[in-house]
T-cell receptor, first 113, second 115 residues
Framework: KNQVEQSPQSLIILEGKNCTLQ??????????LRWYKQDTGRGPVSLTI?????NTKSNGRYTATLDADTKQSSLHITASQLSDSASYIC????????????FGRGTSLIVHP | ETGVTQSPTHLIKTRGQQVTLRCSSQ?????VSWYQQALGQGPQFIFQ???????GRGNFPPRFSGLQFPNYSSELNVNALELDDSALYLC??????????????FGPGTRLTVT
């Protein structure tokens, strides 16, 4: 069964600090890995998408890394802002087969002033 | 804004009833995917429609069904509602299948409460 595990479940940091969120997956072979930001009660918004051949992808203060050998990805947020408070979701899509993406449960990030 | 809209925003139904949720995709997007997101959980893939035909289905019973129309709108129908169907229902449109590298654009969701 394809699984995506995210850690930590929740995280509280001070404004201006950096943080790193983790995503471990079992989907194999996989086509791509995405990170989404989801504000409470809203739909997810795409931050990055990486194919299996990419190692890193940046979007402003967000940088995602991928290690396909260890099946791990991380999302690094630099110089956090209050507006970064949200849930961050990792999604892994398989290559071939069912083509059904698997979502993690998300990491809830709270940024305090 | 993603250009994807959903209606209604909120809905309250009674167990055993039927519900239809609607989604309007971005113009030109031939794929729409539907997801169920329970409180505190990540979204779960229900199914996707590609050029008006179902193409891929998650672990959901047949009482969850859908339609996609040529005008980039789509519907999610749920029959015989159960209490566990209470969730945020999200649709996402894209230019290709959900597992591809096409960007997916999510709507704001419909919050369904079953009592």
């Amino acid at each position: 069964k394809n699984q995506v595990e995210q850690s930590p479940q929740s995280l509280i940091i001070l404004e201006g600090k950096n943080c790193t969120l983790q995503c471990n997956y079992t989907v194999s072979p996989f086509s791509n890995l995405r990170w989404y930001k989801q504000d409470t009660g809203r739909g997810p918004v795409s931050l990055t998408i990486m194919t299996f051949s990419e190692n890193t992808k940046s979007n402003g203060r967000y940088t995602a890394t991928l290690d396909a050998d260890t099946k791990q990805s991380s999302l690094h947020i630099t110089a956090s802002q209050l507006s970064d408070s949200a849930s961050y979701i990792c999604v892994v899509s398989p290559r071939g087969g069912s083509y059904i993406p698997t979502f993690g449960r998300g990491t809830s990030l709270i940024v305090h002033p | 804004e993603t250009g994807v809209t959903q209606s209604p925003t909120h809905l309250i139904k009674t167990r055993g009833q039927q519900v239809t949720l609607r989604c309007s995709s971005q113009s030109g997007h031939n794929t729409v995917s539907w997801y169920q997101q329970a409180l505190g959980q990540g979204p779960q893939f229900i199914f996707q429609y590609y050029r008006e035909e179902e193409n891929g289905r998650g672990n959901f019973p047949p009482r969850f069904s859908g339609l996609q129309f040529p005008n980039y709108s789509s519907e999610l129908n749920v029959n015989a509602l159960e209490l566990d169907d209470s969730a945020l229902y999200l649709c996402a449109s894209s230019g290709g299948l959900a597992a591809s590298s096409y960007e997916q654009y999510f709507g704001p969701g419909t919050r369904l409460t079953v009592t």
